[in-house]
């Protein structure tokens, strides 16, 4: 049975750094064809794929968003790690961990975490 | 302004049937870049429904089917149940913006 769990800060300032981790079971992340993406929510609004790291440390990260984000795995203890520099009001989002599953021309998301709602205010 | 376009709300009466759209471009879904699909409900995380423009995860029920042709894909549910009342998103990939990209999501009322 896979299942993922967000955590983190509920609240950050403008300008701050955001750290999420997700914590998940039921795979292993050095399991070859494995990945974990972040997806993000904005209150009323529609999904928007974040980043990607699989289980050989390719990582992949969404160009417009790229200069802001570190993803990061550490496997034995069954974690991923994102990390946003420069936060902002219209980062305002609930906050999403997924397994990600490999299709032959891209990928999608098979198990999603709860979500964790992360607001931008100082 | 989502890369992928959805109507942003259907709606059904218990019973019927109703399709949502998702209309790309040839850097997406044009470009032989498969279709997946979500349906989140009211306060819950997205759940994978179909992937690969038409394959059913385990648990998912035959109501829910999905197909693609040419720059678009649509899902279609039979049967309309209450339960079905949530939004829905088609996920692809774009080669021009390197990532994956979700439709803006369609609202399903069942009346």
């Known amino acids: 049975q896979i299942t993922l769990k967000e955590s983190g800060p509920t609240l950050v300032k403008p300008t701050q750094t955001l750290t999420l981790t997700c914590t998940f079971s039921g795979f292993s992340l050095s399991t070859s064809g494995v990945g974990v993406g972040w997806i993000r929510q904005p209150p009323g609004k529609a999904l928007e794929w974040l980043a990607l790291i699989y289980w050989d440390d390719d990582k992949r990260y969404s160009p417009s968003l790229k200069s802001r984000l570190t993803i990061t795995k550490d496997t034995s203890k069954n974690q991923v790690v994102l990390t946003m520099t420069n936060m902002d009001p219209v980062d305002t989002a609930t906050y999403y961990c997924?397994?990600?599953?490999?299709?032959?021309?891209?990928?999608?998301?098979?198990?999603w975490g709860q979500g964790t709602l992360v607001t931008v205010s100082s | 302004q989502s890369v992928l376009t959805q109507p942003p709300s259907v709606s059904g009466a218990p019973g019927q049937r109703v399709t949502i759209s998702c209309t790309g471009s040839?850097?997406?879904?044009?470009?032989?870049?498969?279709v997946h699909w979500y349906q989140q409900l009211p306060g819950t995380a997205p759940k994978l429904l179909i992937y690969?423009?038409?394959n059913r995860p385990s648990g998912v029920p035959d109501r829910f089917s999905g197909s693609k042709s040419g720059t678009s894909a649509s899902l279609a549910i039979t049967g309309l149940q209450a339960e079905d009342e949530a939004d829905y998103y088609c996920?692809?990939?774009?080669?021009?913006?390197?990532?994956?990209?979700f439709g803006g999501g369609t609202q399903l009322t069942v009346l």
């Open positions: 996920q692809s990939y774009d080669s021009s913006l390197r990532k994956a990209v």
């Open positions: 997924a397994h990600c599953q490999r299709w032959p021309n891209s990928y999608y998301f098979d198990y």
């Open positions: 040839s850097s997406n879904i044009g470009a032989g870049y498969d």
């Open positions: 690969g423009n038409s």
